[in-house]
Structures are given as C-alpha cells and as structure tokens.
C-alpha cells in the first residue's frame, strides 16, 4: 500500500514539471493554431542557458528562472515576428507551422551541439540530492526535494497563467483569439499582436521549464525529440490547445507511466505513456476537453 | 459631407478572380442602406473590403474623409466602422455577457460598458434570461442578437450587418429587423446585406442593388421596391416567388 502512495507521488511530482512544459506548446496550438514541433528545443535552449549560469555563477536554477523566463519571452516575440507572418493566411496553414517548426528544431538542436557538444549535462543543486522522509508506521514515504521544488514552482506558474488569461485585458483577449480568431478581429482585437504577446508567453513557459528540467533530468542536443513526443501526447489527450487538459493529462499519464515502471520495470515507461495516450483517444477523440477541431 | 466613400474598390480572395469589378458607393450619415443583388454579386465581399478583412486589390476607401484601405478590423472599429459577419461569429465557451462585454473590448469604462450592456438587454429581453448561458448553446436566433448586441457595445457610427436573417424563422427575422431599425435613432448608420431582398429594403432607406461585382443601380429603397424592371432584372425570381408565398 505504502509503496503505492510513493509511487503515486513520484508521478504526481513529475506530471506537474510536464503540466508546465506542456502548458506553452498547447497555449500555442489554441492561439495561434501552431504545432510548434520545436518546443522542446526552446526548452533545451532555457535549461542550457541555466546550465551556463549555474557553472559559471554558481546560480540556482529555480533563481535562474527569472532569467530564462524574460529572455525566451523575448525571444519568442522575436520568433513570431520574424518566421510567422510569412506564412499567415496560405494555404495549409497548420501543415506548415509543422514544416517551419520542425526546422527551427533542427537548427537549434544543430547550434547546442555545436556551443556544448553531445555530452550529458545537468544543473545539480543542493536540494537535488536531498529527500523529505516521512515516517509512517514501520515505513517511509520520500518525497525528492528537487522534484517537490520543481513541482511547486510549476504550480505557482501554471495559477499564474490562468489568473493571466482569465483576469487582465490581454489575457482576455488570448482566450478570445483562442475561441475564435474571425470574431476576435470583429471586436477590436490585434490578432498579429496577441499572437506575437501569446508566443512569448508560451515560450516564457518553455524558458521556466527549461530551468527547472535542468536539474531533474540530465539532457543533451538532441533529447527534445523524447521531450516533444511526451509533451504532444500531454497535449494531443489534454484536448489540443486546453490549458486545464494539458495539466489534468501530464498528471494522468505521468502517474501510468509511474506506476508501470514501478511494476514493471523502467523499461516499459514509455510504452504506458502511449498506450493509456491510445485507450482514451479511442473512447474521446478530442481528448478530455478539446472541442472538436476544427482547422 | 459623406460618411463612407468607396471609390472603384477591386477585391477578391487569395489568387481568385475579382469579386468586385470596381464598385463605387456612398453611405451618408443618418440614412439606412441594403445593399441586394443575386448569389456571387459581391456583396458580402464589399462588406468586408470595407471593414478590413479583406484588402483592395484597387480603388480607395474613405471614412469621414480620411483614405482607409489597408487598415485591420480593428483599427476600423475604433474609428468607428462595426462588422456583424454572416455567422454570428462568437466566442462558444464564453457566457452570454461575457460575449457581450468582449463587443466593448476598445472601451476602456467599465462603467460606461455596464449601462450599455442594460440597453442591450433592453433591447434583447431574451439575452437577459440567458446571460450565464454558454453562447455555442444559443439557437440560431439568439446568437445572431448577441451578435447584434456585441455590435451596440461600441456604439459604432457605421454598422456594417451581413445577412442576418440567414437561417432564422420568419418570426426571429421579423424581430431582428425590427431592432435593426431602430439602431438609426441611436445614431448609428446601418448598411445591411441582405438575401431577403423584400424584408431589406423594407428596413433601409436607400438600396443598392450589386450584380456581378458592381453597382448596376442605387435609388429609395421602396422605389426599388416597386420597380417592376429592377426586379424583374436583379431580384426576379427570389421576389416573384415571395410574392407568390405572400
């Protein structure tokens, strides 16, 4: 029983880190209808950056997040600007924000291995060694510090972003681009620059999560293509551009994934990923609250 | 002096053909327009070359004297030039209010935006039963006023409304055109597109009747009306066959 309540917390920790990591690439897809394949790339780039910063200035990664946060939102806006409007309004659209972003993926996983080589890195904290141990009865229950740390951070952030789109003027008129991009025109609303502001703000989650990832797992160039599998599968279950989908499905399939590898072995991890991913697609195409697309 | 002046406007979408040939219209403040004319005339494609959505391939387009083509929507709507498309156009998983308030996203006073949204339900009883009501959940009728409605939160001086009878039962049409009227004493100029050649220019002062992406006449709207030529020309058979259900 105890063993299965840890292995419950380990999930819940790591599906909270996903939640975030998910949360920008799916606020993407509901603005601006981008399947932003190099997502996980961007991410790379944040957790590098907090890598660099940690060897060299000895920063915390989750100080570190204040950084990354600001710089990738910028760059996001950059981004946007620059490679998007190009292909605004052609025809098959979505396919190629695929084509796009797939390039940017290669050029970013291209240009880390160039600055950092293959070699594994990882950011290592005091805390990412430490556990809370709880005593219960004859047992023990350990919650990893670092994880708990990088779970509540991602928390704080994912409730920031909710009280961001539900509670200011911008936010508004995010979700209102998100529902309906026509009608968000009819009412006044800069569609171009809420999508420039929205791609910030996703690749802001992105900067965050790459900080945070940085200390959880080791990484290298060319980890992003495990990541953007994992993150559109959160996304694809989450009901495509849902935010509330995107952190119900990390905790969902991070905790299946968590209690096949305890039962079965590290090895078949990734496989519950995609298996309970296929079961519940069978029962809900749009996923738990996508609307049915429409594109 | 006139409101809007268009001016030979060209327009079509994406590579396509020309829609509009090289129309020219005036709106004059004060006056209501329905604009009708057969299926593939233009007429929707002029609304929203006129709003924004879609940019001249040529001609000019002015507002109160001041060259607009090229502006976005939104920067036409906060000069004063509103958009009610053929869909209703919603935000489906916002409430009833909540779509309303969104109509007044340029207007910064919220305390201006509560009184108008009073008149909007003033005017739209049924929306104030169903204010909390998700709007993708609204019949086709309701949606069309929370449309209309979305529209009044701005106080536009030119409406621009696309078909807003499509699809509806007579009796909801009836009383959306009914309400349309009535937006000339708020001081709001209306141009309507409308299939219903009859209901249209029953509701304006002015007709202007499009075919095949050009202006072929303009004149009083019950003249046209009752110009046997014109209809039998531009709005023949859709009229002889409400006549004949009338």
Redesign the interface.
């Known amino acids: 029983m105890i063993d299965l309540v840890q292995v419950l917390i380990l999930g819940l920790l790591l599906g909270g880190v996903y939640a975030l990591m998910a949360s920008g690439l799916t606020l993407l897809f509901g603005v601006m209808r981008i399947v932003n394949l190099a997502h996980a790339a961007l991410i790379l780039i944040a957790a590098y950056i907090t890598f660099v910063l940690f060897d060299s200035l000895a920063l915390d990664p989750i100080v570190a997040v204040l950084i990354t946060m600001p710089v990738m939102f910028g760059l996001g806006v950059g981004l946007y600007l620059l490679l998007f409007p190009r292909i605004e309004g052609t025809?098959r659209y979505v396919e190629m924000t695929v084509l796009l972003t797939f390039g940017l993926a290669l050029i970013v996983e291209g240009l880390l291995a160039f600055i950092f080589t293959g070699i594994f890195r990882q950011t290592r904290p005091d805390y990412v060694m430490d556990a809370i141990v709880i005593p219960i009865g004859e047992d023990q229950l350990f919650i990893p510090t670092g994880q708990l740390y990088a779970m509540v951070v991602s928390l704080v952030l994912l409730a920031g972003l909710w009280a961001f789109l539900q509670l200011t003027?911008t936010g508004?008129?995010i979700?209102?681009t998100t529902?309906?991009r026509?009608?968000a025109?009819?009412?006044?609303?800069?569609?171009?620059r809420v999508s420039a502001l929205a791609f910030g703000v996703g690749l802001a989650l992105a900067g965050a999560s790459g900080s945070l990832v940085s200390f959880i797992f080791p990484f290298f160039p060319s980890k992003h293509w495990q990541w953007i599998a994992l993150m559109l599968a959160l996304i694809v279950l989450g009901g495509m551009g849902s935010i509330k989908g995107a952190v119900l499905g990390a905790l969902i399939l991070a905790v299946a994934s968590a209690f096949v590898q305890d039962a079965f072995g590290a090895t078949w991890s990734p496989i519950a990923f995609y298996l309970a991913l296929f079961l519940i697609l069978l029962v809900r195409p749009q996923g738990l609250f996508g609307?049915k697309l429409r594109l | 002096m006139s409101l809007l002046e268009v001016n030979d406007v060209v327009a079509g979408y994406g590579a396509g053909p020309d829609i509009l040939t090289g129309v020219s219209v005036t709106i004059d403040e004060g006056t209501s327009y329905c604009i009708v004319g057969p299926n593939g005339a233009g007429k929707s494609t002029l609304l929203r070359a006129i709003v924004g959505i879609l940019e001249p391939r040529s001609g000019d387009i002015e507002f109160q004297g001041k060259k607009v083509n090229g502006l976005r929507p939104d920067q036409m709507l906060e000069a004063g030039v509103c958009f009610v498309p053929q869909d209703p156009s919603l935000f489906p998983t916002m409430t009833v209010k909540e779509n309303l308030m969104m109509g007044g996203y340029l207007v910064r006073d919220r305390e201006l935006l509560r009184k108008r949204l009073d008149l909007v339900y003033e005017a739209f009883p049924a929306l104030a039963d169903r204010h909390s009501q998700s709007a993708g959940t609204l019949s086709g009728g309701e949606q069309q006023m929370v449309a209309l409605g979305r529209s009044l939160m701005i106080e536009p001086k030119v409406l621009m409304i696309d078909e807003p009878s499509l699809g509806l039962a007579p009796m909801i049409a009836d009383l959306i055109f009914e309400r349309i009227r009535g937006f000339g004493a708020l001081g709001i100029t209306v141009v309507l597109v409308e299939q219903n050649a009859v209901k249209g220019l029953q509701s304006a002062d002015w007709g202007i009747v499009l075919d095949l992406g050009s202006k072929e006449f303009e004149g009083p709207a019950d003249g046209i009306l009752a110009d046997p030529r014109i209809r039998e020309l531009y709005l023949g058979k859709q009229l002889a066959r409400k006549e004949h259900l009338l």
């Open positions: 025809h003027r508004r008129a979700r209102a529902q309906n026509a009608a025109q009819i009412v006044g609303i800069n569609v171009r609307a």
